[in-house]
């Protein structure tokens, strides 16, 4: 394997890559050739991301894999099911989109993930993780069903595998029996291994045709096994436990086979290739490692998660990664990010108080933990990827006294624990604080990962109150607010950075439900007012400066201030919900829900997310396109005006 030091200036001819547009194009490699194409492909994922930016180390971890699936199986026919997804540009590269790669994640280029509608080789689209076996069940049954023997293989990540999703479909598949395979890619970051030769060695053995006709024959004249026979099978046994990680998938109802190097092609090929045409649930557990052939990345797997795009003029070939992307000489300082402003907040508020736990499904960095577990480790829990759980645990640590959890979750992921939200924190009326990070449009991670929903499927639950902050003191501010209200809260802000607003080291409660008037307008007749929701309140000052009109700070989702909007219906002919957030079942609403009950007949312009599948862009394009910009919003209010 090709080991790389740094990022290639300049993308040099890649002969055997050069020549593949499918699959079926490289079926016929030798595995010398199989090495070299997937040095090549490496190479390629180092040039395309470094300039592009997206996804990096995990791409790299799983370039050997890849190949070795679409070499055996008969993809686009076979299924390969990716779990997440963050892991596909070598599988994109390899099914007709490498020039594509170079715009991933950008507006009109590919997304991040696999998606349908993209090619026929993303059979699933995927996101959100511990999803792939179940899917790959899906097919496999339907396979069943139409008598076709068309093969299913679920690729799941050790981390993808914490959750409980991922359990249920395996349990489910053991009841089926269907035929399909999952391949569990332990790259250390979550589940300890046992590697060495012996494991190969029994990895071999055991996915062998022989070996599994016997096992099949003994299973069924258990009862009437000579005690040579039960010995070998005390002995297999005793050996599987002795040189894998665990008995626990044999016991659910999957043949168990592995640990083996999943950089190894000749190993992969040896295995694989055994264990395509089994019958029943497989399991292969292979054990790689992220950023594979590239140093750096080996050696700082989080850091080198994923890059950001480098600057047009850049010639450093260091990484910059997604996290710090400013590039630009000389350096000025920057406006925290929300998640920072989480970080510093969740640590001053420990210091005051011991009762606070927090609580996160697996977002410690991306959630601004990293200095809070170090400070207060008896105080910080990461519970994996269990959002269910993490939310549960939450509402049986406020059923204690003296205990305040604060649960750290991304909105596009608060999703998957909803039900949890309903029955176990807020019709219990119990007191927990989430701290909603990634709300609203997103960026470049596209539909999946988008806090879009929140406002739609908080706002109906009772005894919750919902804070949306438009800069990041307000931010700090109200998740005092929410940790010292007794009851459920939740404080929505979005990814990346506010605008550089000083934040007041003091913090004081906010009154639940008090909007602020940001700007007031000097007409006496038809008048304009935003009723501005969170971090957009700043592109509506921009356009009312044209326009002369009132702006509004609502802060409050829930409980809305009713007597504000009341007042601006009064006073102003027109009124304006702006939000960062799908126009159906958002904050606005509420406001409509306001006018209507008081008989209130001003007509409301409604400025949202419309109801279609978000495309991935960039943040600024995204809102462009939805007029939330300070420029949409001036010409839709002229416009309806």
């Not at 390969?80 to 020039?99: A, I, M």
């Not at 009154?511 to 700043?538: M, N, P, Y």
Request: proline share 4%; hydrophobic share 40%; aromatic share 8%.
């Amino acid at each position: 394997m090709k080991i790389f030091d740094q990022f290639p200036e300049h993308l040099r001819a890649l002969p055997l890559l050069d020549a593949i547009e499918r699959p079926k194009d490289f079926r016929h490699y030798s595995l010398a050739q199989l090495k070299q194409l997937s040095d090549e492909l490496r190479e390629y994922i180092l040039y395309s991301v470094h300039q592009s930016g997206g996804h990096f180390g995990a791409n790299l971890g799983v370039v050997e894999l890849t190949v070795v699936l679409h070499y055996l199986y008969n993809t686009p026919y076979d299924r390969l099911v990716w779990d997440v997804g963050h892991q596909t540009y070598p599988h994109k590269v390899l099914t007709g989109r490498r020039d594509q790669l170079l715009n991933i994640r950008q507006s009109g280029g590919l997304s991040g993930f696999p998606k349908r509608s993209e090619s026929e080789y993303d059979t699933f689209g995927v996101g959100h993780s511990s999803t792939s076996i179940s899917a790959a069940l899906g097919m496999a049954v339907a396979a069943q069903m139409k008598g076709e023997n068309r093969k299913s293989v679920a690729i799941i990540g050790d981390g993808a595998m914490t959750g409980g999703m991922a359990f249920e479909a395996m349990h489910h598949a053991a009841d089926t029996k269907a035929n399909m395979l999952v391949i569990l890619n332990d790259n250390n970051m979550s589940i300890s291994r046992n590697v060495g030769g012996l494991a190969n060695y029994f990895a071999r053995v055991w996915s062998s045709k022989l070996y599994i006709s016997m096992r099949e024959e003994g299973k069924r004249a258990l009862s009437m096994m000579p005690p040579a026979l039960k010995l070998a099978r005390r002995t297999e046994a005793s050996m599987k436990n002795l040189v894998s990680p665990d008995a626990l998938f044999e016991a659910i109802g999957f043949n168990y086979v592995g640990p083996i190097n999943g950089h190894d092609i000749e190993e992969l090929l040896t295995t694989i290739g055994n264990m395509k045409n089994l019958s029943g649930p497989q399991l292969l557990h292979i054990y790689t490692t992220k950023g594979k052939g590239f140093r750096p990345a080996e050696g700082n797997p989080i850091k080198y998660h994923a890059l950001g795009k480098i600057a047009p003029k850049q010639t450093d070939s260091s990484a910059t990664t997604a996290d710090d992307q400013a590039i630009a000489a000389p350096p000025k300082a920057q406006p925290m990010k929300f998640q920072d402003v989480f970080g510093q907040w969740l640590c001053d508020t420990a210091e005051q108080d011991s009762a606070l736990v927090a609580i996160t499904p697996a977002m410690c960095e991306g959630s601004g933990m990293v200095e809070f577990a170090k400070r207060f480790p008896k105080q910080f829990h990461d519970v994996a990827i269990a959002e269910q759980h993490a939310v549960t645990f939450a509402a049986g640590l406020a059923c204690e006294t003296d205990t305040k959890p604060v649960v750290a979750i991304y909105s596009t992921f608060l999703q998957r624990g909803y039900d949890q939200l309903v029955h176990d924190v807020c019709l219990q009326d119990l007191d927990v604080l989430f701290a909603i990070d990634r709300a609203g449009v997103v960026g470049e991670d596209g539909a999946t990962h988008a806090g879009i929903y929140d406002y739609a499927y908080m706002r109906c639950l009772p005894n919750l109150v919902i804070m949306a902050p438009s800069d990041e003191n307000e931010c700090r501010q109200m998740l005092w607010t929410g940790y010292q209200h007794t009851g459920a809260a939740a404080v929505r802000y979005p990814r990346g950075t506010g605008i550089g607003a000083e934040q007041i080291e003091a913090m004081d409660a906010l009154e639940l439900g008090r909007s602020v008037t940001r700007r007031t307008s000097g007409k006496t007749k038809d008048r304009v007012c935003i009723f501005a929701f969170g971090t957009l309140l700043h592109e509506a000052l921009k356009a009312a400066e044209q326009l002369d009109a009132t702006v509004i700070d609502m802060r409050f989702v829930k409980p809305i201030d009713e007597q504000a909007i009341l007042q601006a219906a009064d006073e102003h002919k027109l009124l304006v919900s702006l939000e960062d957030h799908v126009i159906q079942g958002g904050a606005n609403a509420a406001i409509s829900e306001v006018l209507h009950a008081h008989g209130k007949a001003n007509p409301l312009l409604v400025l949202g997310v419309g109801d279609e599948v978000l495309k991935h862009g960039t943040r600024n394009e995204i809102l462009a396109k939805y007029d939330l910009n300070a420029e949409g919003i001036l010409n839709k209010i002229i416009s309806y005006s």
